[in-house]
Each structure stands twice: as C-alpha cells, then as structure tokens.
C-alpha cells in the first residue's frame, strides 16, 4: 500500500512541521498469528502507543491505519536547523542503539523501497557531514 496521511491530529503535535507525510503502509490480518506477533514487536520496539489515523491510499481510498507518532518529553524543538539536528542526533542514542544508526536505517529503507524522503535525505546528508568534520 502506498498513500498518504492527512490529519490536524498530526499538525497539533509538537514537532510535527506539517499535517501531511507520505510513505508505505502494511496490511496486516486482524487475525492472522504472524500479524498479532509482529504488532507486539512494534509495540514493544516504539516510544510510544500506536495512533489511530486515517489513511489516502494512492488509488483514492480511505482506510484506517495505526501510526507511531512520539508525544513525549524527548522531543526536538522544530525551529532547529538541519546542522543542528545532525548535531543533536550525532551524541544521541537509546536502548536499541544510535540516532545516528536510526536515521540511516530510515533513510537506507525508503530508498530501497523506491521513495524520496527529502526531509530525511537532507538530515541523513547533514549526519554524514557533521561527522566528517
């Protein structure tokens, strides 16, 4: 599934820059056991509880979707400039590993599944030029 999100419920969150975004969806079978495992994975592995939103798909249609969208205390202040969110996400790291490696796996996987991210094409971009100098 390829679509689009549009919600004011995204535009309301701090750090969110816009009330749109476009990527890949996964449908899941509300009752398939290798979809209820993966969906406990993704809710041990997210900061945070799924969303409930509605989805554009790219034929048109309508459908509800779960999205990860972070609320917490750990957010990063949305006037920060591209260097600076290189810098930020360069001394970063949680408990599944470094900003750094984070980033480049979201960048590394849209570009493998034929999408242009360029708002993470131009973070990923700054990472690797911070750390060059």
Not at 29 to 39: G, K
Not at 42 to 69: F, H, M, N
């Amino acid at each position: 599934m390829h679509g689009r999100v549009q919600s004011e419920s995204l535009a309301a969150i701090p750090g969110i820059r816009s009330d749109k975004c476009e990527g890949v969806g996964f449908e899941f079978s509300d009752h398939d056991r290798s979809s209820a495992v993966l969906l406990s994975y993704l809710r041990k592995r997210e900061a945070c509880p799924p969303t409930s939103l509605q989805v554009e798909l790219a034929d048109g249609r309508a459908v509800e979707a779960l999205a990860y969208i972070y609320n917490g205390r750990n957010l990063v202040d949305p006037s920060n400039s591209v260097a600076e969110l290189a810098a930020l996400v360069s001394r970063a790291s949680g408990t599944s590993g470094s900003a750094i490696d984070y980033v480049k796996k979201n960048f590394e996987g849209l570009r493998a599944a034929g999408l242009e991210d360029a708002a993470v094409t131009e973070l990923w971009e700054a990472i690797l030029a911070y750390n060059q100098g």
